[in-house]
């Protein structure tokens, strides 16, 4: 099927006079007629399900259109993109490990690594993601057991050469996991390109209208884990918390990664996605193709118009051939790669409040990828306790607007933007 089917009809199959739409299986529990029947489901002989926290029907449909959309074998559905982020990675590094990262992550990713995950005892290397083969292949070390990066990344909008990272990861034995949330599988399959696992966070396009939060972790089934048994115990050597299973062994390439996430991490965490969020992931999922088009157009068009204007000091957009990364995103993304648009007013801070508060169309909300437009200007917001100084050197100088283009009319987008600009 196309990638277009895939979003609208993907994951689930009706039978003759079943539900035309993927039914809310809203139950935390099922039930079976013996207790013999239930074991073999514990033990993982059996396919079935028996608590929502692990495995839920709706949830379990909407993962396989995600992993469809992505070319992966195996998929499943977080509470929200940081516990898709944390699992990938702690599904194969834990105390004593190391994790080589790009250092332009989300701001909540960039917290989970360095903080969170170092008092846990995994340690990791940040490299820019425009470093030489040289630089990236430095930062590996013997315990190293991931490498970790953003598609384009939220919010710097730098683009990831996935190519170069899935080289070096694979030259080190490791798997690369690549953050596809901007693009979504729609502008970007990263697995095409060498990345092993694929995460989302589907609060953002997937889901598109501001409605859930979300996540999802997609295996490309690719990575040979039984050739790196030394490097990945949790997966290669029996799991003595699941009746001994050796999940590499029994679940081959294509199952081990999210059966082991699923049966270890998601029974012990607990970051489960609801069933009716799931439902309402699906609804964004099935006009993805069609709101990924609309989303691009409209912040290329704004990003056009941005760049001419006299009060607009500089425009950071992948799609502008005036972009640095332009060059990757044609590779990666040749049919457009995402609607958030960041650019710098030339008169400062002051320029980028007056701008702010003068937008008629365009709301100030901590959020991207919605229908709606919005924008932040994080050296008031989300970064307000920095000093100008210290904005600049975390890539958000006071004077950035990052905005995300909904999917309004670019005429009207473009008139806002143009008499806030006039209020400047
Ligand atoms: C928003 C975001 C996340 C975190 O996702 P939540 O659903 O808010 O937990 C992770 N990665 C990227 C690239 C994001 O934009």
């Known amino acids: 099927m196309n990638r277009d089917t895939i979003c609208v009809q993907g994951g689930y199959t009706p039978g003759n006079g079943e539900p035309r739409q993927i039914p809310i299986v809203q139950s935390t529990t099922f039930k079976y007629n013996t207790s013999e029947d239930m074991g073999k489901l514990f033990d993982l002989e059996a396919e079935g399900y028996f608590y929502s926290r692990l495995q839920n029907p709706t949830c379990d449909a909407v993962a396989r259109k995600i992993a469809a959309l992505e070319g992966g074998t195996a998929a499943m559905l977080t509470s929200s993109g940081q516990a898709a982020n944390f699992f990938a990675l702690f599904n194969i590094c834990q105390c004593g490990d190391h994790i080589v990262s790009s250092s332009t992550i989300y701001g909540g990713t960039f917290n989970l690594i360095s903080v969170t995950m170092a008092k846990m005892g995994v340690e990791v290397t940040f490299v820019e993601p425009t470093c030489s083969e040289e630089e990236l292949n430095a930062a590996f070390r013997p315990n190293t057991k991931a490498v970790f ?6 919010p710097a909008l730098t683009v990831l050469d996935i190519e170069k990272f899935a080289k070096a990861a694979h030259s080190h034995g490791v798997p690369l996991i690549v953050d596809n949330t901007f693009p979504t599988p729609v502008n970007c399959q990263p697995i095409k390109w060498g990345a092993d696992i694929v995460t989302h966070s589907t609060t953002k396009y997937m889901d598109g209208h501001g409605a859930c939060i979300g996540g999802a972790i997609v295996d490309s089934g690719n990575f040979d884990w039984m050739a790196h048994a030394d490097k990945f115990p949790g997966l ?44 309402i992931l699906n609804l964004g999922l099935e006009s993805l193709h069609v709101r990924m088009a609309r989303h691009c157009a409209n912040a290329l068009a704004v990003a056009q118009f941005l760049e001419k204007h006299p009060k607009v000091a500089y425009v950071d957009y ?35 409040s007056t701008f702010m508060k003068s937008l008629r169309l365009a709301a100030i909300e901590t959020h991207v990828a919605d229908a709606r437009t919005c924008c932040l200007n994080p050296a008031s917001s989300t970064h307000r306790q920095m000093n100008d100084e210290q904005l600049k050197a975390a890539g958000v100088p006071a004077e950035l607007v990052r ?22």
Do not use: W
């Open 236 to 279: 290669c050597t029996p799991d003595e918390s699941y009746h001994g299973i050796t999940y590499a062994e029994r679940f081959g390439k294509e199952g081990a990664f999210i059966t082991k996430a699923t049966a270890q991490l998601m029974r012990d965490f607990g970051c489960c996605q609801s069933p009716q969020s799931a439902f």
């Open 403 to 424: 905005m995300s283009c909904g999917l309004e009319s670019s005429e009207d987008l473009i008139a806002d933007i143009a008499q806030a600009l006039d209020q400047v």
């Open 318 to 352: 992948c799609g502008l051939e005036s972009s640095p990364y332009h060059a990757l995103a044609q590779k990666y993304m040749p049919n457009g790669s995402c609607g958030v648009v960041s650019f710098g007013l030339a008169g400062g801070r002051e320029a980028a």
């Open 149 to 154: 990066g953003e598609t384009i990344a939220n």
